[in-house]
């Protein structure tokens, strides 16, 4: 199969952060590399500080890297771009908007057209089943609810690249399960390049083509895991699979085996 | 549940006033306060009554200086906090000067105002500005920079320019926070508009309650008083409509 091309490369990246006066700086990312292609979900996955957050925002150009070239399609990144797309932990929707304005943020701020992508934000609203809940008031939705809105809002000017830092880490056991199999769903359809940070094994494994495994303190790659699982996946329908528990087992011993040594 | 919020809103408040009302007719008969000293609740009842016709203008002559001083601080307030909010420089050059005109005692300027400005609504409406636009810049600056985080970092993401990042996030989070320096600011804008007057007036309730201290009428003065509390008391409330109109989400976060 010949490989798709590279969409985002990271060569030799570095972060630091000043930690205060008389303190050596912090190494957040040190020296990480790596090719990310098109159409591709990669999951980072570590312990909490291990820097995948940061490097999800160093991708995003929301943070610029103390060292290290980072390209998108071959050029340099060097701030937000509107072809990419990020999604936070917390829904970050506008309280004083509903659902519909919400989801349109996106397009008003790129100066769209808003009645061309009002049929697309409906589409998507009811791709994730919030259709009745377009004119309602944010506080009038749960939590699961809100992070769907917040996907659509990502997902609303068809971006070809999606950052989610821990999207669904917020939300409870059945809503994380559902959300993740609907991204898999929209995920299929249109095959964006997503980059999804977790510290969950079982969502790593779930979503991912390739697995990228960091390790803190300072933060770097330590596997690239490759999980060749039919899809859609799921904890019921996946739970006998021989390739989800050897992924998981690898990937429990090298985040434990960190931990001992 | 309905009728508890309406006990809560309605009958507490009343039977609060009531009380006080009860304490001050108390205490007149048991000290025996003569009525040009302290007069009963119902001398002051009369009064307003006896001079009905009397105390409209004067009411009204407050009122428009009171609401024209509160405009004008909202816009100048309003655009001193964007100012502070968004530049750095300015922060640091304006700031101590609002800092030390707020320091300033305002009735000690009552005096070279009129001498500026003659005994029209200028000085009456200045002093309004002086004393009520401070809290509404400090609170509308301090809300301006207050973002939530995670909407600063959302629009960041979305390579929004600052005017835009201003239009739909930073000015409606704002909100909750321009709202509290408003409430503070119209309570302080009836006390702006009577000491303007107690200086170099013909008309209004400041006026009136220092002419009637050169006649110890103090059933007049309490009259007076009375309005202005009033006064003070709808202007509030009338704001916090204003706010539960413009803020609904407020009170969900």
Redesign the interface.
């Known amino acids: 199969m010949a490989q798709p091309d590279v969409l985002i490369r990271l060569d030799g990246v570095s972060q630091l952060f000043a930690a205060g006066r008389r303190q050596p700086p912090v190494r957040a990312i040190e020296d990480v590399t790596l090719d990310i292609h098109e159409s591709e979900f990669v999951t980072l996955v570590g312990r909490s500080g291990c820097g995948k957050s940061t490097l999800l925002r160093i991708v ?1 150009g ?1 943070l610029q890297p103390t060292s290290g070239r980072v390209e998108i399609d071959g050029s340099p990144v060097r ?4 072809d990419v ?2 999604m ?1 932990q ?1 829904p ?1 929707l ?3 908007r509903n659902v519909i304005d919400n989801v349109l ?2 397009v ?3 100066r769209l057209d808003r009645a061309n992508y009002r049929r697309r934000a409906h589409d998507l609203l009811e791709l994730v089943g919030l259709d009745v809940f377009a004119e309602r ?3 009038e939705l749960s939590g699961g609810m809100q992070q769907r809105a917040a996907l659509c809002r990502a997902l609303v000017t068809d971006p070809r690249i999606l950052l989610m830092d821990e999207p669904f880490a917020a939300l409870d056991a059945l809503t994380r399960e559902d959300l993740s199999l609907e991204l898999q769903r929209i995920w299929n359809d249109d095959r964006k390049t997503i980059v999804f940070v977790t510290h969950s094994i079982e969502e790593a494994v779930l979503l991912a083509d390739r697995v990228v495994v960091m390790s803190p303190r300072p933060g770097r790659i330590t596997k690239i895991l490759d999980v060749d699982l039919p899809r859609p996946r799921s904890l019921g329908a996946s739970r006998g699979s021989e390739e989800l528990r050897r992924c998981s087992a690898e990937l429990h011993e090298l985040l434990f085996a960190r931990e001992a040594a | 549940m309905i009728g508890s919020r309406r006990f809560v809103s309605v009958i507490l408040p009343t039977l609060a006033l009531a009380a006080a009302i009860g304490i001050w007719w108390l205490a007149k008969w048991t000290f025996r306060w003569p009525s040009f000293v302290v007069p009963s609740p119902g001398e002051v009842a009369r009064e307003l009554w006896s001079r009905r016709s009397y105390f409209p203008s004067q009411f009204w002559t407050t009122l428009l200086e009171t609401l024209e001083g509160f405009g004008l601080s909202v816009v100048i307030g309003v655009a001193c906090a964007i100012a502070i909010a968004y530049s750095r420089t300015l922060e640091r050059s304006i700031y101590p000067l609002l800092v030390a005109l707020n320091a300033v005692p305002k009735l000690a300027l009552a005096p070279i105002l009129v001498l500026w400005m003659g005994f029209g609504a200028g000085p009456k409406v200045v002093m309004v500005i002086l004393i009520c636009v401070f809290p509404i810049v400090l609170s509308t600056a301090t809300g301006l920079k207050s973002t939530p985080a995670e909407l600063d970092e959302l629009i960041r993401s979305l390579s929004a320019s600052r005017f835009q990042t201003f239009r739909t996030v930073g000015f409606p989070a704002a909100l909750p926070q321009i709202f509290v320096g408003l409430k503070v600011g119209i309570s302080l804008a009836v006390i702006g508009a009577v000491i303007g007057e107690f200086v170099g007036a013909t008309k209004g309730l400041g006026y009136v309650i220092v002419a009637s201290g050169q006649n110890a009428d103090t059933t007049l003065a309490f009259a007076s008083i009375v309005i202005l509390a009033v006064l003070s008391v709808v202007l509030f409330y009338v704001l916090v409509a204003l706010e539960r109109l413009l803020v609904p989400w407020a009170e969900h976060q």
């Open positions: 995003s929301l701030g937000t771009r509107p797309s990020f936070f917390r970050a506008l309280p004083w943020l996106p008003e701020i790129l008031s944010i506080w």
